[in-house]
């Protein structure tokens, strides 16, 4: 995405719908900005939300929940996040470390004891932190010669199978040692999840709920597909097959495996999720409401730590609309596809879903995100100047 002119008739209509007085600025609508993109790239349907001063400027949502339907999707439905979900799964882990229950630096036979004498002797050394930034040399899914299907044949319920799953990864050589090489890994947020569950010995769905979740008052956050079984009451995922649409009924098997849900499982409203997003542009200026992290671990989420653009959770990229280092991450089951743009400096955001993964998706997608940056981020700009 490039920043482009904003005119001056644009930066006066910003933020200037004001509610009754002494209330917060009014949220502005962003469906005459979502329909035509969601039109075009023909995707049953689109969310939007901007973050702005750590509250939720502009929100909206268009299309069907089933394509087909003729049921409206409404700005309280629900989106899948994907792999936007590790940022949350690191953050959860953030409160664990500051609580002493865990240290970035413990080891995986320390973490794991019980896995420490099948492990290959190349993890020895991997710690943590090499796993929530990608750099502990575990394959992204499962080793070769594995089916994936397999994962939905762990034993007991998803923490039992995720030190099943942790097992199986472990056993193999690594992809590489330990923060030598970048290599995304869905399965390295699993094994970071098994480390989290042993030390507090709650699952992850728990931990997440009580530990981002809940104080963020994130009330529409769940996991795996959303909606009812045999009702449309919340968006259908959808994927392409034969250049074809298809909607995949909401159901136990409509998404990831269990064990691999912390890289990727969580779905919620578009507004719930910018109260997360908020607390990660507000925490780095001591601000956030509800997850209470000092600046100072806000900050080590955000920033690489051992060089290259993949932080815990979070990519980091340089662009100048938001005025230096900005947090970027995308997510899809192959059915969904969501991302978020975060300009920590200026305290801007923009999040986009879609219930279809694949295609023009992420296309489309991106597009939202950049007429937000040209509508939203000169104004913050200025005021950060």
């Known amino acids: 995405m490039t920043q482009r002119a904003h005119t001056a008739v644009a930066a006066s209509v910003l933020l200037t719908s004001v509610a009754l007085a002494g209330s917060q600025p009014a949220v502005q609508p962003l469906e005459k900005l979502l329909e035509p993109v969601r039109a075009k790239h023909g995707l049953p349907a689109m969310a939007a939300a901007v973050v702005l001063d750590g509250r939720t400027a502009a929100l ?14 409404t700005r309280e439905d629900q989106f899948h996040l994907g792999s936007c979900t590790k940022a949350m799964t690191a953050t959860l882990i953030a409160t664990l470390v500051e609580e002493g229950k865990l240290r970035w630096d413990v080891t995986l036979p320390a973490a794991l004891p019980d896995l420490a004498a099948e492990m290959h002797p190349g993890f020895r050394k991997a710690t943590l932190l090499h796993l929530l930034s990608h750099r502990a040399g575990i394959v992204a899914n499962v080793p070769p010669g594995v089916p994936f299907g397999m994962l939905r044949m762990l034993p007991g319920p998803p923490p039992e199978q995720r030190v099943a799953y942790a097992r199986i990864l472990l056993k193999p050589k ?9 290599a995304y ?8 999840a098994a480390v989290a569950e042993r030390a507090t010995k709650t699952g992850w769905r728990a931990l997440m709920c009580e530990r981002v979740f809940r104080p963020l008052g994130m009330k529409t956050a769940g996991f795996g597909a959303m909606g009812t079984v ?38 919620c409203s578009m507004a719930d999720w910018a109260r997360f997003i908020a607390a990660h542009l507000e925490g780095p200026r001591g601000r956030a409401r509800g997850i209470r992290l000092k ?40 059915m969904n596809y969501a991302v978020a743009w975060l300009a920590p400096k200026t305290g801007f955001a923009a999040l986009i879903a879609t219930n279809q993964g694949g295609g023009t998706a992420p296309k489309a997608c991106d597009e939202v995100a950049a007429a937000l940056v040209r509508r939203f981020a000169p104004q913050v700009s200025a005021k950060a100047r």
């Open 295 to 334: 600046p100072a671990t806000w900050r080590r989420l955000h920033t690489p730590p051992f060089g290259g653009e993949y932080a815990l959770g979070w990519i980091a990229v340089r662009r100048d609309w938001g005025g230096g280092t900005v947090l970027t991450h995308g997510g899809s089951n192959t």
């Open 60 to 73: 909206g949502a268009v299309g069907v929940r089933k394509a087909g339907s003729k049921v409206a999707v």
């Open 185 to 192: 890994s869905n399965a390295g947020y699993s094994l970071a």
């Open 230 to 267: 045999g009702k449309i009451d919340q968006p259908w995922q959808h994927v392409l097959r034969d250049g074809k649409l298809h909607a995949v009924a909401p159901g136990p098997l409509s998404d990831n495996p269990p064990a691999i849900g912390p890289g990727g499982r969580v779905h």
């Open 174 to 182: 690594p992809t590489s040692p330990p923060g030598e090489k970048y």
